[in-house]
Each structure stands twice: as structure tokens, then as C-alpha cells.
T-cell receptor
Framework: GAVVSQHPSRVICKSGTSVKIECRSL??????MFWYRQFPKQSLMLMAT?????????EQGVEKDKFLINHASLTLSTLTVTSAHPEDSSFYIC?????????????FGPGTRLTVL | GIQVEQSPPDLILQEGANSTLRCNFS?????LQWFHQNPWGQLINLFY???GTKQNGRLSATTVATERYSLLYISSSQTTDSGVYFC??????????FGTGTKLQVIP
């Protein structure tokens, strides 16, 4: 149990376009989901925390107008990279915290690799 | 925020060897997870271990929360163990902070 999926797993887009990444908790409800970014050969950095039905909380230095987060249901959060540029190329990973049961764990998705040309 | 240091940063092992990876963290946490990121980038949860010791096959982990460190043991290493190992204190209602990682290469 406690599976988190991400879609797409890999995306290549042209500079200036917008890209949407989905994060789904498949077998549990997640009140809170988290979005991380990983640049090559670096660790994962928290970008934002999203709570179902409310606005996301962004970490310092993350542009909320560029990285739009929507958490419309207890099983789905989306990250939209707007007007993507090559410097946005990165590995994006989401995680989800269960609403009940194993609430102290965060379950991570497999990640989405974004390449902006 | 919490500071997380992992050691060693890089490790090369001969297949079959054993190793210990260490994670030190600066503040008290209620939770801690160990992850393996394989060469394709996929993040695999190895252990959820806020305290005590757990074992899963050739891997085991120990967290001493009062002394703010955790250890990951890999025994009889295999080439498929190669990748980056991350320690990540936090979870639940706490932010998860990833350590700098230990890059492991197991050679035949």
C-alpha cells in the first residue's frame, strides 16, 4: 500500500511553454502533499507544501507565480511550471502524507524529469 | 532549519563487501527515512526509522534519536546497490529535509 504515482515520468518541452505534472496517491487519501526539486548531482530541495482545498505554502526563493500548485482533491496535486525556461530543467518529485494511519511518514512518487529546450 | 550531514560523500565497494553510512542531524525529529535513488533517478524508500533498529534483507538501519544520528548498514553489497543514499529526517507534520547523500558505487 501507500503508493504515489507521478505523470508524466519524463517531459521535454520548448522554452516558453507550460508543463503540468500530476501527483496522485493511489491507495490512500493525502491531506498534504509536498513538491521537491532536484538539480543534477544535488540533493532534493523542498519547493512547496500543498494542503487540500487551500493555497500552497512556498519555500523561500521559490516563485509561486512560476510554479503553480493545485491540490483540488485528497488524492491529486498538480504542479504547473509556467513559461518554462532551460534553467527550470530538473527532476521534480512529490510526496504525500496520509490523512489517517501512517501519518508520520511521507510517501514519495517516482519523479518527473523535465527538460526545457 | 535542520542541518543534515551524511558521510562518506562517496564510497566505492567491491561486490560482497559491507559498509556503514552515517547521517547526523542538528535538531530533534519525530521521524527519519532512508532512501535509495537508483541511477535512473527513482527514489526508493528503504526504511522509516524514527528510532531503534530495523532490518530488511541485506540492509538494516539504526537511529539513535537522542544523539541525533542514524546509520544504514549494507551487507554483502551487490552492483544493484549502486546509487545515492539519502537520509531524510522529518515527516508527518514536520518538513522533510534531505541530506547531501552518499554516492555508492559497487564494482564487480
Amino acid at each position: 500500500g501507500a503508493v504515489v504515482s507521478q505523470h508524466p515520468s519524463r517531459v521535454i518541452c520548448k522554452s516558453g511553454t507550460s508543463v503540468k505534472i500530476e501527483c496522485r496517491s493511489l491507495d490512500f487519501q493525502a491531506t498534504t502533499m509536498f513538491w521537491y526539486r532536484q538539480f543534477p548531482k544535488q540533493s532534493l530541495m523542498l519547493m512547496a507544501t500543498s494542503n487540500e482545498g487551500s493555497k500552497a505554502t512556498y519555500e523561500q526563493g521559490v516563485e509561486k507565480d512560476k510554479f503553480l500548485i493545485n491540490h483540488a482533491s485528497l488524492t491529486l496535486s498538480t504542479l504547473t511550471v509556467t513559461s518554462a525556461h532551460p534553467e527550470d530543467s530538473s527532476f521534480y518529485i512529490c510526496s504525500a502524507r496520509a490523512s489517517a494511519g501512517s501519518v508520520n511518514e511521507q510517501f514519495f512518487g517516482p519523479g518527473t524529469r523535465l527538460t526545457v529546450l | 532549519g535542520i542541518q543534515v550531514e551524511q558521510s562518506p560523500p562517496d564510497l566505492i565497494l567491491q561486490e560482497g563487501a559491507n559498509s556503514t553510512l552515517r547521517c547526523n542531524f542538528s535538531d530533534s525529529v519525530n521521524n527519519l527515512q532512508w532512501f535509495h535513488q537508483n541511477p535512473w533517478g527513482q527514489l526508493i524508500n528503504l526504511f522509516y526509522i524514527p528510532s531503534g533498529t530495523k532490518q530488511n534483507g541485506r540492509l538494516s538501519a539504526t537511529t539513535v534519536a537522542t544523539e541525533r544520528y542514524s546509520l544504514l548498514y549494507i551487507s554483502s553489497s551487490q552492483t544493484t546497490d549502486s546509487g545515492v543514499y539519502f537520509c531524510a529526517p522529518g515527516g508527518g507534520y514536520q518538513k522533510v529535509t534531505f541530506g547531501t547523500g552518499t554516492k555508492l558505487q559497487v564494482i564487480p
